[in-house]
């Protein structure tokens, strides 16, 4: 791996797909439970007036895989992620260790941030479609326990209201999300100073600066789908 030739490596890419990927699930699946619940709950109160609590399943299903889901898995993995890539690079960075990098004629962008982009840009869809699966099942908890709905029923209001465009662009999302997590997590990491003080503003930076790119991608992907009329 001398003289400029070096190439993003499988191994390296695996590994990064592996902590961005299978070691997110637990906490994105916590998460988006209890967001199914609370959803649930709240909409159980409202509906509960008109005696049309079985469209709750209807409210979860169509938030949840719109946006919601994307959007809460956007945020934890900016907390999670993000930050974890900020602070990495930004370790490496105080330590002279992308200095050296470059000295030996590789590239820190395709070396340490492209595997990073690449791994949370596949994943992200990956985690929004189970956090969408996951927030439904939460639910359908609070809908069969509270509301005295059958778990066929749920199902039945589910999949009637669960559209493939809600659902593709919730994904969609999610991938957006993952590119724009990745490369605010790696540019602050590059950008830390070279000391513990300027390894923690990154990861802070990582965070905020993630979860305020998501926000204004939902914001811009929503007129854009709005216009569009889909």
Partial sequence: MMGGHAKTRPVDLLREIDNAGPRAIPIVCLISFMIGLIIAFVGNMQLKIFGAEIYVAALVAISTTRILGAIMTGIIMAGRTGASYAA????????????AIETMGISPTEFLVLPR??????????????????????????????????????????????????FA??????????????????WCG?????????????????????????VIMTAILTIIFNWIDI
Wanted: negative net charge; contains cysteine.
């Fill in 190 to 214: 590059m950008r830390a100073a070279r000391n513990s003080d300027g390894i923690g503003r990154a990861t802070t930076n990582a965070v905020v600066y993630g979860i305020i790119g998501c």
């Fill in 88 to 99: 990495e690079i930004g370790s490496m960075r105080a330590n002279d260790e992308i200095d």
């Fill in 117 to 166: 982009v690449v791994a949370l840009t596949i994943t992200m869809p990956i985690l929004t479609m189970i956090a969408d699966i996951v927030a439904i099942l939460g639910g359908m908890c609070v809908a069969t326990t509270i509301m005295s709905v059958s778990i066929a029923e749920y199902w039945k209001t589910t999949l009637e209201w669960i559209t493939f465009n809600n």
């Fill in 169 to 186: 662009i919730g994904v969609l999302h999610g991938w957006v999300f993952g590119w724009v997590i990745a490369i605010v997590g790696c």
